[in-house]
């Protein structure tokens, strides 16, 4: 399934579990002739994401809605903005704003979270990296939200990238052997993904320095001082990323030793939604 089919499901099982058989309250008390406005005001500080998807999810459920735009995906915005006005059937706005509310909530608060930590590294050539450590079911429109709000992406899921973490290390019988099976396995499929390995100490950098054939490090649970030994070592052969422990308060002490990537899962897994909410006009 490809990335636009996943977002139709997306929202297919949105609108399932929020609408059911019907919208009971908007059907009895809302003539199906009458028209409205709403508009979507801003009620805290932050970074807006999902103006675009707010936009898919009102023409899917009503072709008829329109919808004008004030403060697009990636703009800063304060208490009292307004981001957009739409205007249509009065049932079809009613029925949408929940959806709309839910998604952009939450991939406004990862946007405005994501920005704070890209801040922190400003002047720095190290970038932000989210994680799998995702709402399942919404990781397209998370991982969406960290490039609004300037981070990168990492791989999307387990299809898009060979990431030999601790766990496939010991399971394979070590580094060499998991990194050999790995290229084999990209050879026999005929497949170009990168490789990625995680060591957690020195000792197993120095195996995987002498195994090479790998497009980027994760330093996994390094502390500073071995991390800019270890971004020393590896200099300019490969890709290096710090994973494991890192703090916003720690997240410039690390880039400044050198390292290319910083993952934060905190990007995605525990952020609150920014505070808005969809008013008629």
């Excluded at 929940?98 to 002047?123: D, P």
């Excluded at 989210?130 to 990168?152: C, M, N, S, Y």
């Amino acid at each position: 399934m490809n990335e636009q089919d996943l977002i139709e499901s997306l929202l297919n099982n949105a609108f399932a579990e929020d609408i059911g058989d019907g919208d009971h309250t908007t059907l009895s008390a809302i003539p199906a002739t009458a028209h409205g406005k709403a508009k979507l005001l801003i009620k805290e500080k932050g970074v807006l994401a999902g103006v675009e998807i707010a936009k898919r999810v009102f023409h899917k459920f009503d072709p008829e809605i329109k919808m004008e735009v004030f403060i697009r995906d990636g703009e800063e915005v304060n208490p009292g903005d307004i981001a957009f006005v739409i205007e249509g059937k009065t049932q079809s706005l009613l029925q949408t704003e929940r959806t709309v509310l839910n998604l952009m909530q939450r991939m406004s608060g990862i946007a405005t979270t994501t920005r704070k930590y890209v801040k922190q590294l400003e002047g720095l050539h190290t970038r932000v990296l989210d994680t799998r450590k995702t709402t399942p079911g919404l990781r397209l429109l998370e991982k969406q939200a960290v490039k609004i709000g300037g981070g990168v992406n990492h791989r999307i899921g387990l299809f898009d990238m060979i990431l030999l973490k601790d766990n496939h290390i010991d399971f394979a019988g070590g580094i060499e052997n998991a990194i050999t099976k790995a290229k084999e396995y990209l050879k026999a499929k005929n497949k170009n993904l990168k490789i990625e390995i995680e060591v957690r100490n020195m000792d197993e950098l120095e195996q995987v320095m002498k195994a090479g054939g790998v497009d980027r490090i994760m330093l996994d649970n390094f502390d500073i001082p071995t991390t800019k030994k270890a971004v020393e070592r590896i200099a300019g052969k490969y890709e290096t990323e710090s994973s494991g422990g890192i703090t916003f308060d720690t997240l410039r002490d690390y880039a400044e030793t050198g390292v290319d990537f910083i993952s934060v899962g905190a990007l995605t897994h525990s952020v609150k939604g920014l505070d808005m909410s969809l008013k008629a006009v």
